[in-house]
């Protein structure tokens, strides 16, 4: 927090505590009540605002952190902008990524219009660039612009599957170090999977003429793909077809692209404010039992719900277009933190069918409260302005044209000091890397620390295991059960990761951002089974990363490893 969020005077002095900070959010998200209610009701809001957020119940995403109550005021996480097949207008997407970049929030673009590379100019009889080549310009701008000195941009690159240069887009990041500040994705369309399951060709289609530039093999294109992802990381994909199913005004516009980390799907210029909920802090231990707290879950999302609702009334909009759109359908996107702490304290191991029915369990209590929670401001003030020309005009009344969406919370989630996301334990015991500092982190995992403590388990054989091999595994002196529940995002299987992402994206809005981790032996064939199994399932995106396939990751597994 005193690296990236408190704030400093001109000197770079601090200036602010932590408590100080969440007083500044909550004083600033609570002045849009005012144009409904009283001052009594703006302070009333204000503390409840406070109160969650010194509790580590709920967290809006880092823009609002860093910035309400500031001079940017600029609150949003997540940015889709178009870019259109002129140079204008690619440079005029460019300078809006760099001011929402500086501003803290991240981008996401499909370069499908843009003509193919080699394409001839007329104007200047010369030839294009290509999409991967503006790319580059959009990733050295990226590279260039730090967010107040704070931390790096964010960007996606998205390219239609049936673009002329989708061979070389697939391929792009294969080498490490190219284009760094980019996530990249396939779009993909319903048409290319079926053509795959037929074993048909596929065309590649000038996006301009609609001519068909190639003839490719569907199976030759995916094996790019998976072979690609196995090799890097990179692409993930993307299911245009299905996020277009459930697009909630699809008569303003088609969607296209998603923000940086793909869990939320946007319309051009179209922004969305996240914030999650800290699921560890629900789950009350009364002698030694364990239960989850419904009720205060219940009352935090309706609070939640209502600050991501003012934070679009105050935020600061950096172009008049994306002012129109996020007013006009007035999107949030509220999700979760601290799954696999929460599991770990009800003693519930992440690879089991009873924690994939807990977390849709618990996504449908979060959507239908968010819901209530939506259509209760909808009664004080009014439909988004869209409404009538979305899914949900005429029978269903409501503030906010999307209120789920879970994301990383890369973060936010080191701020409550809880498990990022969805997503299991990492390591029991890890280093991370800080990201602008050459600094590295040794932190051990507190559930565990409390877990042993509760079991009157002897701490000193565990703790020199797991950090030697940051699990439990191989560890003879101590339960299975302990074991099933602490297993990491490595030793869990593929398949149940996908299962816990499926079954939050089940009811979330949004989308859902969450890294299917696969240990360095994984083959080739496991990416193809995974990819496909996405789709089938009717997730919207997936993200896959097979352990050491890039030199430098984030985290590190084992302290001396
Ligand atoms: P946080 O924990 O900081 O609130 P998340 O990890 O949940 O953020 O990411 C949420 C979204 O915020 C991302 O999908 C992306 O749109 C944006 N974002 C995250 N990290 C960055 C970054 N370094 N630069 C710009 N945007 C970012």
């Given at each position: 927090m005193e690296s990236r969020y408190l704030r400093r005077d001109k000197y770079g002095n601090l200036i602010e505590t932590p408590k100080q900070l969440f007083q500044r959010v909550a004083h600033a998200v609570a002045q849009a009540e005012l144009q409904w209610g009283t001052d009594k009701d703006a302070s009333c809001w204000e503390r409840r605002f406070l109160d969650v957020m010194m509790d580590l119940r709920f967290l809006p995403n880092s823009p609002t952190l860093m910035n309400a109550g500031t001079p940017s005021g600029q609150l949003s996480a997540c940015f889709v902008l178009p870019v259109y097949d002129h140079l204008?207008?690619?440079?005029?997407?460019?300078?809006?990524?760099?001011?929402?970049?500086?501003?803290?929030?991240?981008?996401?673009?499909?370069?499908?219009?843009?003509?193919?590379?080699?394409?001839?100019?007329?104007?200047?009889?010369?030839t294009a660039a290509g999409p991967v080549s503006f790319m580059k310009i959009f990733n050295a701008t990226t590279e260039y612009v730090k967010q107040g000195g704070k931390r790096r941009g964010a960007n996606m690159g998205i390219l239609g599957i049936d673009h002329p240069d989708i061979e070389e887009f697939i391929t792009c990041k294969r080498k490490e170090g190219n284009l760094r500040n980019f996530n990249i994705s396939i779009g993909i369309s319903d048409a290319f999977m079926a053509a795959l399951e037929q074993d048909a060709s596929w065309k590649l289609i000038h996006p301009n003429t609609q001519q068909v530039v190639k003839k490719i093999k569907a199976r030759q294109l995916w094996d790019l793909v998976t072979e690609s992802a196995w090799t890097s990381g990179d692409p993930g994909l993307i299911f245009l077809d299905t996020i277009n199913t459930f697009n909630p005004t699809p008569d303003i516009g088609k969607i296209e692209a998603t923000n940086p980390c793909g869990e939320v799907p946007l319309l051009s210029n179209e922004s969305c404010n996240l914030g999650s909920i800290n699921l560890s802090r629900f789950v009350d231990d009364?002698?030694?039992?364990?239960?989850?707290?419904?009720?205060?879950?219940?009352?935090?999302?309706?609070?939640?719900?209502?600050?991501?609702?003012?934070?679009?009334?105050?935020?600061?909009?950096?172009?008049?277009?994306?002012?129109?759109?996020?007013?006009?359908?007035?999107?949030?996107?509220?999700?979760?933190?601290?799954?696999?702490?929460?599991?770990?304290?009800?003693?519930?191991?992440?690879?089991?069918?009873?924690?994939?029915?807990?977390?849709?369990?618990?996504?449908?209590?979060?959507?239908?409260?968010?819901?209530?929670?939506?259509?209760?401001?909808?009664?004080?003030?009014?439909?988004?302005?869209?409404?009538e020309?979305?899914?949900?005009?005429?029978?269903?009344?409501?503030?906010?044209?999307?209120?789920?969406?879970?994301?990383?919370?890369?973060?936010?989630?080191?701020?409550?000091?809880?498990?990022?996301?969805?997503?299991?334990?990492?390591?029991?015991?890890?280093?991370?890397?800080?990201?602008?500092?050459?600094?590295?982190?040794?932190?051990?995992?507190?559930?565990?620390?409390?877990?042993?403590?509760?079991?009157?388990?002897?701490?000193?054989?565990?703790?020199?295991?797991?950090?030697?091999?940051?699990?439990?595994?191989?560890?003879?002196?101590?339960?299975?059960?302990?074991?099933?529940?602490?297993?990491?995002?490595?030793?869990?299987?593929?398949?149940?990761?996908?299962?816990?992402?499926?079954?939050?994206?089940?009811?979330?809005?949004?989308?859902?951002?969450?890294?299917?981790?696969?240990?360095?032996?994984?083959?080739?064939?496991?990416?193809?089974?995974?990819?496909?199994?996405?789709?089938?399932?009717?997730?919207?995106?997936?993200?896959?990363?097979?352990?050491?396939?890039?030199?430098?990751?984030?985290?590190?597994?084992?302290?001396?490893?």
């Open positions: 204008a207008d690619i440079f005029s997407a460019l300078r809006l990524a760099a001011l929402i970049q500086q501003h803290a929030g991240g981008t996401g673009f499909n370069f499908s219009h843009l003509r193919p590379k080699n394409d001839r100019l007329h104007r200047t009889q010369g009364h002698q030694g039992q364990t239960t989850l707290d419904w009720n205060g879950l219940a009352q935090t999302v309706n609070i939640a719900v209502r600050f991501l609702d003012n934070v679009i009334e105050i935020n600061n909009y950096l172009s008049p277009e994306m002012r129109k759109i996020a007013l006009g359908n007035r999107k949030i996107g509220l999700g979760v933190m601290g799954w696999a702490e929460a599991l770990s304290k009800l003693e519930i191991p992440y690879e089991s069918n009873k924690a994939v029915h807990l977390a849709e369990r618990l996504m449908k209590f979060i959507a239908e409260n968010s819901w209530n929670a939506s259509k209760g401001l909808c009664k004080e003030r009014g439909v988004f302005q869209n409404w020309k979305s899914i949900y005009y005429p029978n269903s009344p409501v503030r906010n044209a999307t209120r789920t969406s879970i994301a990383p919370t890369g973060t936010i989630s080191i701020i409550a000091d809880t498990s990022s996301s969805i997503e299991p334990f990492f390591a029991l015991a890890y280093q991370r890397q800080h990201i602008l500092q050459d600094e590295t982190l040794e932190e051990i995992n507190n559930s565990l620390i409390r877990y042993m403590q509760r079991h009157q388990i002897e701490p000193s054989v565990v703790t020199e295991h797991i950090q030697q091999t940051g699990t439990l595994s191989g560890l003879v002196s101590i339960p299975e059960k302990m074991k099933n529940i602490f297993k990491t995002a490595l030793e869990i299987a593929p398949l149940w990761h996908l299962r816990h992402q499926t079954a939050f994206q089940k009811y979330t809005d949004n989308a859902v951002s969450k890294t299917i981790n696969l240990p360095k032996e994984a083959t080739r064939e496991d990416v193809d089974f995974i990819y496909k199994t996405a789709w089938r399932e009717g997730l919207k995106g997936i993200t896959i990363f097979r352990y050491h396939s890039r030199n430098s990751q984030v985290i590190q597994k084992g302290i001396l490893s």
